[in-house]
Every structure is written in C-alpha cells, then in structure tokens.
C-alpha cells in the first residue's frame, strides 16, 4: 500500500512562484509513474503533469511548471512558476503502477490511477 502526502501549497500573488513536492512511503517508488491534477473551485479534477521516462504536461501549463522526481528520496516536485489566479486549486498528486508513458497518464481517468494523495491548497491571488 504506498501512501502519498502533497504539501507546498499556500498563497501567493499571481506572477510568484511555488514548489509542491508529494513525498511516496510503503512501495517502490522508481516503479510508478506519477501525475500531478488539480481541481479548482466548482470544476472537475485536471490533469497537469505527468513522469514517466518523460515529462507530459496540459497545454495550460506547458513553460510555467516543471514536474520532476528524486528516486532517492521518494519524492515527486511541480515548480510552478508565473502562476496565475486560473492556477488556484486543490493539487493532488498520484501514482500509476501499470507500463505507461507520461503522456498515457494525461488521458487515464482517475479510476485508472491506483493511489492517490489527499491535495494540498495553491491560492492565486490578483
């Protein structure tokens, strides 16, 4: 059973930056590939960007975040940078066992991904 925890969010004025990291216990973290979603206020959950061998992001965020990950540490990262008020949500990171590649995470729905972290808040404010 592998755990993930988010945490980094806050609040922050558009144009600043921020770094979520989602730190993984209880598996192999180096075999899952990990995504980064979002939901904002009275819509549904996102797809932002995903890791596999590659990186795949959603064209709302493509120059502005950057996922990345450290085996070593079991921990998956989104720098977000020039952020803007569209950018405020619940960010939740999650992890997908089965061969895929980053870009495949992008179009899964979230039934597909087997864990799932709880979020942690990002507020943009103009």
């Known amino acids: 059973q592998v755990q993930l925890l988010e945490s980094g969010g806050g609040l922050v004025q558009a144009g600043g930056s921020l770094r979520l990291s989602c730190a993984a216990s209880?598996?192999?973290?180096?075999?899952?590939?990990m995504g980064w979603f979002r939901r904002a206020p009275g819509k549904e959950r996102r797809f932002v960007a995903s890791?596999?061998?590659?990186?795949y992001y959603a064209d709302s965020v493509k120059g502005r975040f950057t996922i990345s990950r450290d085996n070593a540490k079991n921990t998956v990262y989104l720098q977000m940078n020039s952020l803007k008020p569209e950018d405020t949500a619940v960010y939740y990171c999650a992890a997908v066992s089965r061969l895929t590649t980053a870009q495949g995470i992008s179009v899964m729905p979230p039934s597909a991904m087997d864990y799932w972290g709880k979020g942690t808040l990002v507020t943009v404010s103009s």
């Open positions: 890791i596999s061998r590659t990186t």
């Open positions: 209880g598996g192999i973290f180096s075999r899952y590939a």
